[in-house]
């Protein structure tokens, strides 16, 4: 399910498709009442028709509202809505879930351009990382 430029999906307006993952794509979007830029990650039809899968992303938003760690994307809201049908096809309820947007190339993109990484290379990403998640484990969300 890749949206369009222009797709409107409640308040956002879908500017640019960034990438895709295991869980779904990830949009630059627009926030057309704040006039924000942010990240919408739409959730695969499979998970989005999972309750359980629904219940732990909210539980995910709910903990990633409370972080505010510069090596940590920030969670803003979870919901879900009726995408706009294919031709011939019914409407389907997709889970959304909007976050930081967050510019610059991936670890992925990096490794694919320059190959893999020496220990000492590889040495301040790791830091990144571990400072991220040092600040979750003392605010036990980890």
């Not at 990144?128 to 998640?133: E, R």
């Amino acid at each position: 399910m890749t949206l369009a430029a222009g797709t409107r999906l409640g308040p956002y307006e879908v500017v640019a498709r960034l990438g895709a993952g295991g869980m779904g794509e990830v949009y630059e979007a627009e926030d057309q009442e704040l006039r924000e830029q942010i990240a919408l990650k739409t959730i695969r039809l499979r998970h989005s028709q999972d309750l359980s899968m629904i219940d732990r992303l909210r539980k995910e938003v709910q903990l990633g509202r409370r972080i505010g760690h510069p090596n940590v994307c920030r969670l803003f809201d979870v919901f879900r809505v009726s995408l706009p049908p294919a031709p011939d096809q019914p409407a389907v309820e997709c889970a959304i879930v909007t976050m930081q947007l967050l510019r610059g190339s991936t670890l992925s993109d990096r490794i694919r351009r320059e190959g893999g990484m020496s220990p000492n290379e590889a040495l301040p990403f790791a830091q990144q990382i571990a400072a991220g998640l040092r600040d979750q484990h003392r605010r036990t969300l980890v």
